[in-house]
């Protein structure tokens, strides 16, 4: 609300007189404040929160032998192990010494394939990166489960033989 301060009589002109003090407009900002906290209220109250994005993982089920916990059929098992210069090594089964290379964009048809080729219910990826394989690697690793409609996979630590398989797969190719 603004206010103006109209006391002090008439206009007199002449000499002598004193002229008086101008006061200036005084303006109240009470309502102004008060309308932009309701503001912020109501924008706060009416929007809608922004979920959080998170990965579903299903855990296995706990049983009473540990080694009864994850068995897999081996010819069910197929092995990614993303490494250094984008390039990724596999196998199927359980013998590493089996190793092919591939590229990102070569592992979707075989993960397709192997998949077409398997019981859905026993097919399993086990994705295993090795120390030089980016974060980057991995997470498209994992893009390419979702993307393959891949419902059971499992990321382990890779052992020192397959790592072995690995270097000398990339030196004999000359990858630096």
């Excluded at 609300?1 to 009470?30: I, N, Q, Y």
């Excluded at 404040?33 to 993982?57: C, E, N, Y």
């Excluded at 897999?72 to 290379?101: C, H, R, W």
């Excluded at 891949?150 to 072995?164: M, Q």
Aim: proline share 6%; charged share 30%.
């Amino acid at each position: 609300m603004a206010e103006m301060d109209t006391s002090g009589g008439g206009h007199k002109k002449g000499p002598g007189v004193k002229k008086g003090k101008k006061l200036s407009t005084r303006v109240d900002l009470t309502p102004m404040v008060d309308l932009g906290f309701l503001l912020i209220t109501f924008f706060i109250f009416t929007t809608t929160m922004s979920q959080p994005t998170a990965m579903k993982l299903n855990l296995p089920k706990d049983v009473d032998k540990p080694e009864d916990q994850n068995k897999l059929k081996e010819s069910a098992a197929f092995t990614v192990m993303p490494s250094k210069a984008n390039l990724i090594y596999y196998y199927e089964g359980v013998d590493p010494s089996k190793l092919q290379s591939s590229t990102f964009k070569g592992i979707r048809d075989l993960i397709l394939d192997k998949k077409r080729r398997t019981d859905p219910k026993d097919f399993m990826v086990i994705i295993k990166p090795t120390k030089d394989a980016t974060y980057k690697n991995l997470v498209d690793m994992l893009d390419e489960m979702t993307i393959d409609a891949v419902k059971r996979y499992a990321l382990v630590d890779i052992s020192p033989d397959e790592y072995k398989f690995v270097e000398a797969t990339e030196n004999a190719n000359g990858v630096k």
